[in-house]
Nanobody, 122 residues
Framework: QGQLGESGGGLVQLGGSLRLPCATL????????MGWYRRQGPGKQGKWVA????????YFAVAVKGRFTVSRDTAKNTMYLQMNSLKPEDPAVYYC???????????????WGQGTQVTVSS
C-alpha cells in the first residue's frame, strides 16, 4: 500500500461517460479495500461513492448505483471508476482511497489520492 494517483478527470457532457483510473505505486490484490469519495465544492464534506472489497465485492452510494461501476486490474495495480449517464449532481473532485481490512466486514482508510476534477456540461 502506498501512494495513489487519480487521472481521467475532465469535462464531459450531461449523460456521457468517463472512466477514472486510480494507479498505485505498490501492488494491489483482490483483498485490499479500495474505493472513491467525491467532494462537490470547496468547503463541502466529501461523500462516499463506491468501494471494492474482498473478492472484488462492490458497494455504491444510492446516488450513483446503477450508473457507476468500480473495478481493478491487479496486473496494472490500478482501480477504475466507470461513470455512466452523468448527471448535473455528479461534478466533483473525485478521490480514490486504499484501506486496511478491520475484522470481517470493515476497513480503515490508509491512503488517499490527490483528486481529479470531473465537470459535467449541459
Amino acid at each position: 500500500q502506498g501512494q495513489l494517483g487519480e487521472s481521467g478527470g475532465g469535462l464531459v457532457q450531461l449523460g456521457g461517460s468517463l472512466r477514472l483510473p486510480c494507479a498505485t505505486l505498490g501492488s494491489i490484490d483482490s483483498q485490499i479495500p479500495m474505493g472513491w469519495y467525491r467532494r462537490q465544492g470547496p468547503g463541502k464534506q466529501g461523500k462516499w461513492v463506491a468501494t471494492i472489497t474482498r473478492g472484488n465485492s462492490t458497494y455504491f452510494a444510492v446516488a450513483v448505483k446503477g450508473r457507476f461501476t468500480v473495478s481493478r486490474d491487479t496486473a496494472k495495480n490500478t482501480m477504475y471508476l466507470q461513470m455512466n449517464s452523468l448527471k448535473p449532481e455528479d461534478p466533483a473532485v473525485y478521490y480514490c482511497f486504499e484501506g486496511v481490512s478491520v475484522g470481517a466486514t470493515s476497513y480503515s482508510i490508509s491512503s488517499w489520492g490527490q483528486g481529479t476534477q470531473v465537470t459535467v456540461s449541459s
